[in-house]
């Protein structure tokens, strides 16, 4: 991309160096054909230019999942994850603006370095949405174990190690069929080893044998009753059985374990806003999962405020505007 954008200037200095060549006395003004003409060359894919730095960001985050150590925090996990879509926002930000003024009569670019600003926060979040949607290594990211992990979550068995490894490598290429072997085989190996049976419980769960992942996830709070991922999980596969108050009932249990989850907050609005219609609580939920992501700085941001401009659609419909604006209000949510 810097090389595109290095030729990208050239090219622009070589039409303006050629047409004061013409004569060095005369301006020369372009004909409305060769003006389209140039534009069409100038032009850029702006979801092409997207994609490039949002992909680089999610190369940058890959990098640190795999060097990361056991037990860094959700804390250092989101600040990483931050520094990589910094380190794009500039770039990003450049080439957009320099697209922005080949159709403007304002000439200057002002590129803004302030993370705090209005300006830069648009160019993050549109790397952040970007990712939020397509980076599977942002979501292995933030729905990696946050809990303090215990002396069951790792195993000292050579073979369990062994089996689980060769689970992980398949997993984190969400290939979930060919990884449920391997936990399958280091839970043989170690009954006891936390960390497999949560995995061998996401393959279930993937592979659509919900009832065989709510058995072994059950069997993992058993042995670390706190575990965070079967408490986040278990409630998911509740709402895809469409057991919507057991679902409900899951994550008000992980809650009470970790009260600023923002993911059971998340997950019970999203159950009321799609299934059960409770609407005002749902939006309730959203609200409190928004302040929570937007306060850790989280991706997931976006996808809170789709299900709050959904609720407020529906809200709407139904003459609740008032009622949708209370509860932003009551949350200290502004809408400008």
Request: glycine share 2%.
């Amino acid at each position: 991309m810097k090389k595109f954008i290095s030729i990208l200037f050239v090219l622009v200095c070589s039409i303006q160096f050629s047409i004061a060549q013409k004569d060095k006395n005369k301006s020369e003004t372009l004909s409305p054909e060769a003006t389209k003409q140039l534009m069409d060359v100038l032009k850029l894919d702006t979801v092409k230019i997207l994609r490039e730095h949002a992909m680089t960001a999610c190369h940058c985050i890959d990098s640190f999942m795999q060097a990361r150590k056991a037990g860094d925090s959700n804390s250092v996990v989101v600040r990483e994850i931050s520094s990589c879509i910094d380190k794009e926002v500039t770039v990003y930000q450049m080439v957009m603006k320099i697209n922005q003024s080949f159709t403007s009569t304002d000439k200057n670019i002002t590129i803004n370095v302030d993370k705090n600003s209005p300006d830069y926060t648009r160019y993050y979040r549109d790397i952040e949405t970007w990712l939020a949607d397509s980076c599977t290594s942002l979501r292995a990211a933030m729905s990696s174990n946050e809990e303090k992990e215990t002396e069951l979550s790792f195993s000292n068995d050579p073979e369990a190690v062994k089996q689980y490894n060769l689970g992980i490598k398949h997993i984190t290429k969400e290939e979930y069929a060919e990884a449920l072997p391997y936990f399958k085989k280091a839970v043989e190996a170690d009954p006891k080893f936390v960390y497999a049976l949560d995995n061998l419980a996401i393959c279930y769960r993937r592979t659509g044998e919900l009832d065989k992942a709510l058995s072994i996830y059950g069997r993992s709070l058993e042995l670390s009753p706190k575990g965070k991922t079967p408490l986040q999980n278990i409630p998911v596969i509740y709402e895809l059985k469409k057991d919507y108050p057991k679902a409900i009932e899951g994550y008000k249990k992980l809650l009470h374990y970790y009260p600023d989850d923002a993911e059971a907050y998340y997950g019970m609005g999203r159950i009321c806003i799609a299934y059960t219609d409770d609407l005002e609580n749902g939006v309730d939920y959203m609200c409190k999962a928004y302040n929570i992501y937007t306060k850790n700085k989280s991706p997931y941001r976006v996808d809170a405020q789709t299900n709050i401009a959904v609720a407020y659609k529906r809200m709407k419909e139904l003459g609740k505007e008032e009622a949708f604006f209370k509860i932003l209000k009551d949350n200290n949510i502004s809408v400008k």
